[in-house]
């Protein structure tokens, strides 16, 4: 069996047996520390998926994620539905923020189900093509927010960038997730 196969498959063996972060998201009203580690947990994911796969990993930057967490708190509001709308301004704003910006993707995701929430996302964008497509691209920044509407419905935004080799400094990553609860996927999810 080759390597990369065994890489892979080691990979899918952790989501599903790891646990996630949190049984669940605060609200919106609440204090953000759910939402920061449910975020932290699905950018480590991303980056173990990443490494074992032999991609290079991805950098976290506070910014890409403010602007990940915005679109996520516009669609839990209803300011915007579930999906890509204004991306482009989204792009058009990280450009501004980042010189040579030469290429930008986005993953959205909603679910209803908290449990193992960080690890649903990841598991519904690794089965399908354009957001695994994301997730492999040539990108070497990323972002990521989470919000949840009042209905408990729980919005998720990764933006990913490409930056130049001379505009990338030491970023703050994430430290790996800590606490942890079973890993399920009973929600009935979204993602665009």
Known sequence: MPIRLLLLLGFMMLIGLTPALGQQTSSSNAGGDSRAKIEQETFYLINAYREASKLPPLQWDPMIANVARNHSHDMATGEIGFGHAGFHNRVVKLSAAFA???????????????????RSAVAAWLKSPPHLKNIRGDYNFSGLGIWEDQKGMIYFT??????PRAAETAQAVPPTPGILSPFGLFATPSTR
């Not at 990764?158 to 930056?163: D, R, S, T």
Request: hydrophobic share 40%; net charge negative; glycine share 16%.
């Open 100 to 118: 040579g910006l030469q290429g930008a993707g986005e993953n959205v995701f909603e679910s209803d189900d908290p449990t193992g929430i960080a």
């Open 158 to 163: 990764q933006i990913f960038v490409k930056l």
